[in-house]
């Protein structure tokens, strides 16, 4: 159809729809691309996932490019897609499981003025803390892509505690026949200061820490150990925390998710052990229900 053989109102309907698909085309082939270079990534790491040291299908990686640590895992779960994405994109879920990772202590959510959700994770010790001597991480959250076959989603906080910033927890997850792929990204760029704690760290409580990939050309039971352990052991706790997520019951409670947590960890013990069972459990008893009344408080003021 020719725009000259058109009225003016006509015309500019066109042109809208034409200047809309133009703007829909690159986003569509972006995300394409991501979902094909996952799919790529799940051809390539199919031998690790099915034979490794730790008998499950999972596959770590840490890098420290540019300054930023950051480490990913990726993950077979036993639940189909379908669950997965709905349950995933809603940002009010992950309350329910972030909060079983040992070092944070609480999680709220809600949704900014001007549109789009947001998250905060107090981050804190191994043992229990209050909300009030934690640190407040603020997280905006966007779902990036989410369709039957592919889900793309973003977290991001400007500041973290002791100068580091530039906090990233990334997800994507795409169907394997009944199972879910799934890849959770998390980096940040560390401060002076912070090396400085870590540095400390890695000399003395966490000299001999492990993570989860294993150092290059090195011995079988050789793993990576330092900066990249300890990002390492972080994605892996998010990520056996949304797997106890999905494969407990919702109406079982936080309480069983968070027993759940404990023992997958166990699998993974030399890695992740910090607290004995009751202790662990004793402390997310009360951290959720400091995470209740912070919760409530919030919906609170929103309605006010």
Not at 237 to 264: C, I, M, N
């Amino acid at each position: 159809m020719s725009l000259a053989r058109v009225g003016p109102r006509s015309r500019a309907v066109l042109l809208l729809a034409a200047v809309a698909l133009m703007a829909w085309l690159p986003a569509a082939r972006a995300a394409d691309r991501t979902l094909a270079a996952l799919s790529v990534r799940y051809d390539q790491l199919r031998p690790a996932l099915a034979h490794n040291a730790f008998d499950a299908p999972i596959h770590v990686q840490s890098d420290t490019r540019d300054g930023e640590l950051g480490a990913d895992v990726y993950g077979l779960i036993a639940r189909p897609f379908a669950q997965v994405s709905a349950t995933l994109a809603a940002a009010k879920h992950w309350c329910d499981f972030i909060p079983l990772h040992l070092n944070v202590k609480a999680c709220v959510y809600g949704e900014n003025a001007g549109g789009g959700d947001w998250l905060t994770f107090y981050v804190g010790r191994k043992f229990y803390q209050t909300p009030g001597d934690a640190y407040a991480l603020h997280y905006r959250f966007r779902v990036l892509e989410r369709g039957t076959g592919y889900l793309h989603l973003r977290m991001d906080a400007p500041d973290g505690p002791v100068g580091t910033s530039d906090y990233v927890v990334e997800l994507e997850a795409m169907p394997v026949g009944e199972r879910t792929l799934v890849k959770i990204h998390v980096a940040y760029q560390p401060s002076l200061s912070s090396r400085l704690a870590t540095n400390v760290y890695l000399s003395t409580l966490g000299r001999d820490k492990v993570g989860f990939s294993r150092l290059a050309g090195a011995h079988e039971a050789q793993f990576v150990n330092g900066v990249r352990g300890v990002t390492e052991r972080n994605v892996m706790r998010y990520y056996l925390a949304l797997q106890s997520l999905l494969e407990t019951d919702p109406k079982a409670g936080f309480e069983v998710r968070a027993a759940h947590w404990f023992d997958l960890t166990e699998h993974y013990r030399r890695q992740l052990h910090e607290l004995d069972r009751a202790e662990y459990l004793s402390a997310k008893r009360r951290e959720h229900a400091n995470q209740l009344r912070l919760q409530r408080a919030q919906l609170l003021r929103v309605s006010n």
